[in-house]
Nanobody, 124 residues
């Protein structure tokens, strides 16, 4: 079966950086678009970033993270990454990766598979 396993979350100071990873198995990884979403306490799940299937690998970002976060993929490792720089307290959330057949999507309902999430806390 398909599994997506996130890692790399933790506690970081404001202005710091983290890199999240999402290891995928049970699917032909290179043919899936991959996305990152987050859910902060009391809020809806929010689109963070997405990358299209190979070979294009086009990237898309939510307005609140543009210029600070970078999504990338390594098809040889079946892994998608989210490099997060200049972190702010408002970035505190559980971060989820998701896989979608076909074109990139911006809404959670468009995605076929989800990981369990990893907690990111930005606090001094």
């Amino acid at each position: 079966q398909v599994q997506l396993v996130e890692s790399g979350g933790g506690l970081v100071l404001p202005g710091g950086s983290l890199r999240l990873s999402c290891a995928a198995s049970g699917l032909t990884f290179s043919t899936y678009s991959m996305g990152w979403f987050r859910r902060a306490p009391g809020k809806e799940r929010e689109f963070v970033a997405a990358i299209s299937s190979s070979p294009a690998g086009r990237t898309y970002y939510g307005d609140s993270v543009k210029g600070r976060f970078t999504i990338s993929r390594d098809n040889a490792r079946n892994t998608v990454y989210l490099q997060m720089n200049s972190l702010e307290p408002e970035d505190t959330a559980v971060y989820y990766c998701a896989a979608k057949g076909g074109l990139v999507g911006y809404f959670p309902g468009e995605y076929d598979y989800w990981g369990q999430g990893t907690q990111v806390t930005v606090s001094s």
